[in-house]
C-alpha cells in the first residue's frame, strides 16, 4: 500500500511563495519522487524530480530558478518551494511515487501512485 498526500497549496499573488508538502507511505519514498501540474484541458505537465541517494534534483525550464524540490527522508516528506510566483503557474499540483523501472520520469505514465492534488492560484 503506498499513500501520497498533499498540502500547502492556495491564492496567492504574482511574486508571492509557496511551499508544497508532500506525505509518502511505503518504502517507494525512499525512491525519487517528482511533482507534475495539471491545468483543466491539459495533460500533465512535469515539475520537478528529486531522486534517492545524493538527492539529485532536475527541474523543468519554466520553473527553473524559482522552484526548489527538497526532501526529508526521517520524515517521510518531499517539498516543492516555489518562489516568485507567475499567474502561468496556476494549475494542480501533484506529489508522485513509485517510477517505473527504466523510465527517467519525465512523463506522467512513468509513475503509478498520485496524490489527489493541491490547488495553486496565482492572481493579482
Known amino acids: 500500500q503506498v499513500d501520497v498526500a498533499e498540502s500547502g497549496g492556495g491564492l496567492v499573488q504574482p511574486g508571492d511563495s509557496l511551499r508544497l508538502s508532500c506525505v509518502a507511505s511505503?518504502?517507494?519514498?525512499?525512491?525519487?519522487m517528482a511533482w507534475f501540474r495539471q491545468v483543466p484541458r491539459k495533460a500533465h505537465e512535469f515539475v520537478a524530480r528529486i531522486s534517492e541517494g545524493r538527492y539529485g534534483s532536475r527541474l523543468s525550464e519554466s520553473v527553473k530558478g524559482r522552484f526548489t524540490i527538497s526532501r526529508d527522508d526521517a520524515k517521510n516528506m518531499v517539498f516543492l518551494q516555489m518562489n516568485n510566483l507567475k499567474p502561468e503557474d496556476t494549475a494542480v499540483y501533484h506529489c508522485?511515487?513509485?517510477?517505473?523501472?527504466?523510465?527517467?520520469?519525465?512523463?506522467?505514465?512513468?509513475?503509478?501512485?498520485w496524490g489527489r492534488g493541491t490547488q495553486v492560484t496565482v492572481s493579482s
Open positions: 511505503g518504502r517507494t519514498f525512499r525512491h525519487t
Open positions: 508522485v511515487a513509485g517510477l517505473s523501472p527504466m523510465r527517467t520520469g519525465l512523463g506522467a505514465d512513468d509513475w503509478m501512485h
